[in-house]
Protein backbone atom coordinates (compact mmCIF):
# COMPACT_ATOMS: atom_id res chain seq x y z
CA UNK A 1 0.00 0.00 0.00
CA UNK A 2 2.78 2.22 0.86
CA UNK A 3 4.85 2.11 -2.09
CA UNK A 4 1.46 2.65 -4.27
CA UNK A 5 1.10 5.68 -2.43
CA UNK A 6 4.73 6.54 -2.97
CA UNK A 7 4.68 5.84 -7.22
CA UNK A 8 1.64 7.88 -7.30
CA UNK A 9 3.57 11.25 -5.73
CA UNK A 10 6.36 10.03 -7.83
CA UNK A 11 4.12 10.04 -11.22
CA UNK A 12 2.38 13.66 -9.81
CA UNK A 13 5.59 14.97 -9.21
CA UNK A 14 7.07 14.38 -12.81
CA UNK A 15 3.90 15.15 -14.41
CA UNK A 16 3.39 18.46 -12.53
CA UNK A 17 6.80 19.14 -13.72
CA UNK A 18 6.06 18.65 -17.52
CA UNK A 19 2.48 18.95 -17.53
CA UNK A 20 1.03 19.20 -20.69
CA UNK A 21 -2.45 20.88 -19.12
CA UNK A 22 -2.67 24.21 -16.94
CA UNK A 23 -4.78 24.67 -14.37
CA UNK A 24 -6.91 26.81 -16.79
CA UNK A 25 -8.07 24.03 -18.41
CA UNK A 26 -9.62 22.42 -15.39
CA UNK A 27 -12.38 25.36 -15.83
CA UNK A 28 -15.33 23.47 -17.36
CA UNK A 29 -14.79 20.69 -14.70
CA UNK A 30 -14.35 23.51 -11.38
CA UNK A 31 -17.46 26.06 -12.28
CA UNK A 32 -19.49 25.97 -8.99
CA UNK A 33 -23.15 23.88 -9.37
CA UNK A 34 -24.93 26.75 -7.47
CA UNK A 35 -25.16 30.07 -7.65
CA UNK A 36 -23.68 32.41 -5.36
CA UNK A 37 -25.00 32.75 -1.56
CA UNK A 38 -23.86 33.53 1.57
CA UNK A 39 -25.05 34.84 4.97
CA UNK A 40 -24.81 38.32 4.60
CA UNK A 41 -24.18 38.82 8.47
CA UNK A 42 -21.12 36.57 8.23
CA UNK A 43 -18.03 38.25 8.99
CA UNK A 44 -14.45 36.79 10.17
CA UNK A 45 -12.85 37.64 13.76
CA UNK A 46 -9.84 38.60 12.96
CA UNK A 47 -8.85 39.66 17.00
CA UNK A 48 -8.62 35.07 16.88
CA UNK A 49 -5.12 34.17 15.73
CA UNK A 50 -6.48 31.04 13.60
CA UNK A 51 -7.97 33.89 11.51
CA UNK A 52 -4.46 34.36 10.29
CA UNK A 53 -1.64 32.25 8.44
CA UNK A 54 0.97 35.04 10.41
CA UNK A 55 -0.03 37.70 12.58
CA UNK A 56 2.55 39.96 13.30
CA UNK A 57 5.58 37.74 14.12
CA UNK A 58 8.28 36.88 11.87
CA UNK A 59 9.14 34.34 9.72
CA UNK A 60 12.42 33.63 11.71
CA UNK A 61 14.03 34.24 15.35
CA UNK A 62 16.41 36.57 13.80
CA UNK A 63 15.51 40.65 14.72
CA UNK A 64 13.08 42.60 12.79
CA UNK A 65 15.79 44.68 10.79
CA UNK A 66 13.32 47.83 10.08
CA UNK A 67 10.57 48.94 11.33
CA UNK A 68 8.26 47.79 8.66
CA UNK A 69 5.01 45.68 8.20
CA UNK A 70 4.52 43.39 5.18
CA UNK A 71 0.52 42.50 4.30
CA UNK A 72 0.67 39.60 2.18
CA UNK A 73 -2.15 38.27 0.53
CA UNK A 74 -2.15 34.60 -1.02
CA UNK A 75 -2.78 33.84 -4.36
CA UNK A 76 -5.96 31.22 -5.38
CA UNK A 77 -4.82 27.79 -4.15
CA UNK A 78 -9.44 26.83 -3.88
CA UNK A 79 -10.66 24.91 -7.11
CA UNK A 80 -13.52 23.16 -5.39
CA UNK A 81 -16.95 23.47 -7.43
CA UNK A 82 -18.64 22.92 -4.00
CA UNK A 83 -19.40 26.79 -3.21
CA UNK A 84 -17.63 30.08 -4.80
CA UNK A 85 -15.88 30.65 -1.70
CA UNK A 86 -13.58 28.94 0.73
CA UNK A 87 -13.77 28.74 3.80
CA UNK A 88 -11.31 29.73 6.44
CA UNK A 89 -11.76 26.44 8.67
CA UNK A 90 -11.00 23.78 5.87
CA UNK A 91 -8.22 22.29 7.15
CA UNK A 92 -6.50 20.51 4.06
CA UNK A 93 -7.10 24.21 2.11
CA UNK A 94 -5.53 26.08 4.88
CA UNK A 95 -2.54 23.39 4.63
CA UNK A 96 -2.04 23.77 0.63
CA UNK A 97 -2.17 27.30 1.28
CA UNK A 98 0.44 27.27 3.33
CA UNK A 99 2.68 25.06 2.39
CA UNK A 100 2.52 26.23 -1.32
CA UNK A 101 2.01 29.71 -1.32
CA UNK A 102 2.06 31.49 2.27
CA UNK A 103 5.32 30.22 3.79
CA UNK A 104 7.54 29.93 0.22
CA UNK A 105 6.05 33.95 -0.58
CA UNK A 106 6.25 35.59 2.96
CA UNK A 107 10.03 33.69 3.52
CA UNK A 108 11.68 36.72 1.61
CA UNK A 109 10.62 38.81 4.02
CA UNK A 110 11.95 36.82 6.86
CA UNK A 111 13.13 39.09 9.07
CA UNK A 112 13.22 42.55 7.65
CA UNK A 113 9.50 43.51 9.16
CA UNK A 114 6.83 42.15 10.78
CA UNK A 115 4.72 39.86 8.94
CA UNK A 116 0.81 40.14 8.38
CA UNK A 117 -1.18 37.10 6.38
CA UNK A 118 -4.79 36.86 6.52
CA UNK A 119 -6.88 33.51 5.94
CA UNK A 120 -10.02 34.90 3.77
CA UNK A 121 -13.05 33.64 1.71
CA UNK A 122 -10.88 33.04 -1.75
CA UNK A 123 -12.87 32.91 -4.48
CA UNK A 124 -12.76 29.53 -6.44
CA UNK A 125 -10.42 29.84 -9.54
CA UNK A 126 -13.34 29.76 -11.86
CA UNK A 127 -14.80 33.28 -10.48
CA UNK A 128 -11.91 35.07 -12.70
CA UNK A 129 -13.45 33.91 -16.27
CA UNK A 130 -17.47 33.77 -14.42
CA UNK A 131 -19.48 36.35 -17.15
CA UNK A 132 -22.77 35.50 -14.68
CA UNK A 133 -22.20 37.68 -11.98
CA UNK A 134 -21.50 35.06 -9.52
CA UNK A 135 -18.22 34.82 -9.79
CA UNK A 136 -17.53 38.97 -8.92
CA UNK A 137 -19.96 38.47 -5.80
CA UNK A 138 -17.22 35.53 -4.52
CA UNK A 139 -14.82 38.09 -5.10
CA UNK A 140 -16.66 40.62 -3.37
CA UNK A 141 -17.32 38.66 -0.42
CA UNK A 142 -13.28 38.01 -0.65
CA UNK A 143 -12.52 41.67 -0.60
CA UNK A 144 -14.77 42.36 2.25
CA UNK A 145 -12.23 39.96 4.60
CA UNK A 146 -9.77 41.59 2.88
CA UNK A 147 -10.85 44.89 4.35
CA UNK A 148 -11.94 43.46 7.98
CA UNK A 149 -8.35 42.33 8.26
CA UNK A 150 -6.75 45.37 7.20
CA UNK A 151 -9.02 47.34 9.48
CA UNK A 152 -7.89 45.03 12.22
CA UNK A 153 -4.61 45.50 11.03
CA UNK A 154 -4.60 49.20 11.14
CA UNK A 155 -6.31 49.35 14.37
CA UNK A 156 -4.46 47.27 16.39
CA UNK A 157 -1.22 47.06 15.13
CA UNK A 158 0.09 49.91 12.66
CA UNK A 159 0.90 52.53 15.22
CA UNK A 160 2.51 54.42 12.60
CA UNK A 161 4.53 51.83 11.17
CA UNK A 162 5.52 51.71 7.29
CA UNK A 163 3.75 49.05 5.31
CA UNK A 164 4.73 47.16 2.54
CA UNK A 165 2.17 45.47 0.51
CA UNK A 166 2.24 41.93 -1.33
CA UNK A 167 0.17 40.03 -3.36
CA UNK A 168 0.11 37.19 -5.62
CA UNK A 169 -2.65 36.08 -7.97
CA UNK A 170 -6.25 36.59 -6.73
CA UNK A 171 -4.19 38.24 -3.59
CA UNK A 172 -2.87 40.75 -6.27
CA UNK A 173 -6.53 41.88 -7.36
CA UNK A 174 -8.08 42.56 -3.64
CA UNK A 175 -4.53 44.83 -3.07
CA UNK A 176 -5.82 46.76 -6.30
CA UNK A 177 -9.03 47.58 -4.45
CA UNK A 178 -7.68 47.84 -1.06
CA UNK A 179 -4.91 50.56 -2.05
CA UNK A 180 -7.41 52.46 -4.56
CA UNK A 181 -9.81 52.49 -1.23
CA UNK A 182 -7.34 52.94 1.96
CA UNK A 183 -3.91 54.65 0.24
CA UNK A 184 -4.48 56.64 -3.10
CA UNK A 185 -5.95 59.36 -2.13
CA UNK A 186 -5.20 59.08 1.92
CA UNK A 187 -2.04 61.21 2.54
CA UNK A 188 -1.17 60.29 5.82
CA UNK A 189 -1.42 56.35 4.81
CA UNK A 190 0.01 56.84 1.60
CA UNK A 191 3.43 58.71 3.52
CA UNK A 192 3.44 55.03 5.56
CA UNK A 193 3.54 52.75 2.10
CA UNK A 194 6.84 51.60 1.28
CA UNK A 195 5.73 49.90 -2.11
CA UNK A 196 3.53 47.61 -3.47
CA UNK A 197 4.75 44.35 -5.22
CA UNK A 198 1.34 43.35 -7.17
CA UNK A 199 2.30 40.03 -9.05
CA UNK A 200 0.55 37.72 -10.85
CA UNK A 201 -1.90 39.87 -12.54
CA UNK A 202 -2.17 42.64 -15.31
CA UNK A 203 -1.75 45.87 -13.50
CA UNK A 204 -2.72 48.96 -15.90
CA UNK A 205 0.47 51.48 -15.88
CA UNK A 206 -2.29 54.09 -14.64
CA UNK A 207 -3.80 51.81 -12.35
CA UNK A 208 -3.52 54.69 -9.37
CA UNK A 209 -4.07 58.47 -9.03
CA UNK A 210 -0.71 58.80 -6.59
CA UNK A 211 1.21 55.12 -7.06
CA UNK A 212 3.22 55.31 -9.87
CA UNK A 213 4.85 52.26 -11.27
CA UNK A 214 8.17 52.24 -10.36
CA UNK A 215 10.85 51.61 -13.19
CA UNK A 216 14.12 51.36 -10.35
CA UNK A 217 15.76 49.19 -7.83
CA UNK A 218 15.29 51.86 -5.11
CA UNK A 219 11.94 53.45 -5.99
CA UNK A 220 9.53 53.60 -2.82
CA UNK A 221 5.75 54.77 -2.37
CA UNK A 222 5.30 53.00 -6.01
CA UNK A 223 4.29 49.50 -7.40
CA UNK A 224 5.92 46.53 -9.06
CA UNK A 225 4.21 43.90 -10.76
CA UNK A 226 5.11 41.19 -13.49
CA UNK A 227 3.87 37.78 -14.81
CA UNK A 228 6.12 34.90 -15.51
CA UNK A 229 5.87 32.72 -19.00
CA UNK A 230 8.53 31.04 -20.72
CA UNK A 231 10.43 32.02 -23.28
CA UNK A 232 7.69 32.52 -26.85
CA UNK A 233 5.17 31.99 -24.26
CA UNK A 234 2.53 34.69 -23.37
CA UNK A 235 -0.63 34.16 -21.42
CA UNK A 236 -3.90 32.42 -22.29
CA UNK A 237 -6.52 34.86 -20.28
CA UNK A 238 -6.25 37.84 -19.96
CA UNK A 239 -3.99 38.74 -22.90
CA UNK A 240 -5.67 42.04 -23.59
CA UNK A 241 -5.13 43.54 -20.51
CA UNK A 242 -1.28 42.59 -20.45
CA UNK A 243 -0.96 45.15 -23.28
CA UNK A 244 -1.67 47.75 -20.98
CA UNK A 245 -0.23 46.19 -17.82
CA UNK A 246 3.34 47.32 -16.19
CA UNK A 247 6.05 44.97 -15.83
CA UNK A 248 8.98 44.73 -14.39
CA UNK A 249 12.55 42.62 -15.01
CA UNK A 250 13.16 41.10 -11.25
CA UNK A 251 16.69 40.94 -12.65
CA UNK A 252 16.81 44.48 -13.42
CA UNK A 253 14.17 46.13 -11.93
CA UNK A 254 13.43 47.80 -15.13
CA UNK A 255 10.43 47.70 -17.75
CA UNK A 256 12.46 47.37 -20.81
CA UNK A 257 13.02 45.06 -23.05
CA UNK A 258 16.71 43.70 -22.51
CA UNK A 259 17.51 40.09 -21.54
CA UNK A 260 20.05 39.77 -18.75
CA UNK A 261 21.00 36.98 -16.69
CA UNK A 262 24.22 38.39 -14.56
CA UNK A 263 22.14 39.46 -12.04
CA UNK A 264 20.13 36.60 -11.57
CA UNK A 265 20.90 35.63 -7.05
CA UNK A 266 18.82 32.59 -7.89
CA UNK A 267 15.35 31.27 -6.64
CA UNK A 268 13.92 28.73 -4.40
CA UNK A 269 12.22 25.46 -6.31
CA UNK A 270 8.46 24.67 -5.90
CA UNK A 271 9.46 21.53 -4.47
CA UNK A 272 10.77 21.28 -0.91
CA UNK A 273 12.12 24.72 -1.03
CA UNK A 274 15.55 23.99 -2.27
CA UNK A 275 17.84 27.30 -3.14
CA UNK A 276 18.72 26.43 -6.94
CA UNK A 277 20.58 28.91 -9.31
CA UNK A 278 20.99 29.41 -13.06
CA UNK A 279 21.87 30.99 -16.16
CA UNK A 280 17.93 32.36 -16.12
CA UNK A 281 17.72 34.91 -18.62
CA UNK A 282 14.63 37.18 -18.38
CA UNK A 283 13.12 40.31 -20.40
CA UNK A 284 9.93 41.92 -20.34
CA UNK A 285 7.50 41.58 -23.12
CA UNK A 286 3.92 43.43 -23.97
CA UNK A 287 3.20 44.06 -20.08
CA UNK A 288 4.66 40.23 -19.16
CA UNK A 289 7.82 38.77 -18.41
CA UNK A 290 9.41 35.95 -20.79
CA UNK A 291 11.94 34.14 -18.78
CA UNK A 292 14.66 31.05 -20.36
CA UNK A 293 13.92 27.37 -19.00
CA UNK A 294 14.97 27.67 -15.65
CA UNK A 295 15.84 23.96 -14.61
CA UNK A 296 14.27 21.24 -12.93
CA UNK A 297 12.16 22.02 -9.71
CA UNK A 298 9.72 24.74 -11.08
CA UNK A 299 6.71 23.17 -12.39
CA UNK A 300 5.67 25.15 -15.92
CA UNK A 301 1.90 24.47 -16.98
CA UNK A 302 0.62 25.09 -20.83
CA UNK A 303 1.99 27.63 -22.93
CA UNK A 304 4.52 27.92 -20.61
CA UNK A 305 2.85 29.26 -17.65
CA UNK A 306 5.18 30.20 -14.95
CA UNK A 307 3.39 32.86 -13.14
CA UNK A 308 2.56 29.93 -10.15
CA UNK A 309 5.94 30.33 -9.18
CA UNK A 310 6.77 34.60 -9.84
CA UNK A 311 8.09 34.38 -6.14
CA UNK A 312 9.67 31.54 -6.00
CA UNK A 313 11.93 32.26 -9.30
CA UNK A 314 13.20 35.05 -8.16
CA UNK A 315 13.46 34.38 -4.13
CA UNK A 316 17.07 36.41 -3.57
CA UNK A 317 16.85 38.91 -6.14
CA UNK A 318 13.11 39.95 -4.64
CA UNK A 319 14.69 39.52 -1.08
CA UNK A 320 17.61 42.07 -2.02
CA UNK A 321 15.34 44.77 -3.67
CA UNK A 322 13.30 44.91 -0.65
CA UNK A 323 15.62 45.72 1.70
CA UNK A 324 16.99 48.22 -1.52
CA UNK A 325 13.63 49.51 -1.27
CA UNK A 326 13.21 50.43 2.46
CA UNK A 327 17.24 51.78 3.08
CA UNK A 328 15.90 54.60 0.58
CA UNK A 329 12.49 55.07 1.74
CA UNK A 330 14.22 55.61 5.45
CA UNK A 331 16.90 57.85 3.66
CA UNK A 332 14.12 60.29 1.84
CA UNK A 333 11.41 60.11 4.29
CA UNK A 334 10.65 63.46 6.00
Known amino acids: MYILIILIIVVLFILSHQAPFGLID ?36 DAVEFNVDIFYLHRTTYLQKTSWNATIRNKLLNFITWRY ?32 GNGQQALDLAYSDIKDAFEYYLTHHQ ?26 NNVPLLKNLVCAYLVGMPVPINAFANIPPSNEAT ?44 KYQGGKTYY ?17 LNISYPGFGYPFLKVKDYVLVDFHLFFFNIRMNVKERIINFYKNKP
Open 101 to 132: AVKSQASIFNGLGRVFAPKYRQATLYSFYDDS
Open 272 to 288: LNLKRVSNLKAYVNNGF
Open 159 to 184: NGRDIILVGHSQGTALLIRLIKEYFD
Open 219 to 262: DFSCFISWSTFGDGGCPRYFKSEYLNSFCVSPLTWKSENVTNTD
Open 26 to 61: LLPFIKPRRNFSVNPISKIDYSNQTSWFINQMPLCD
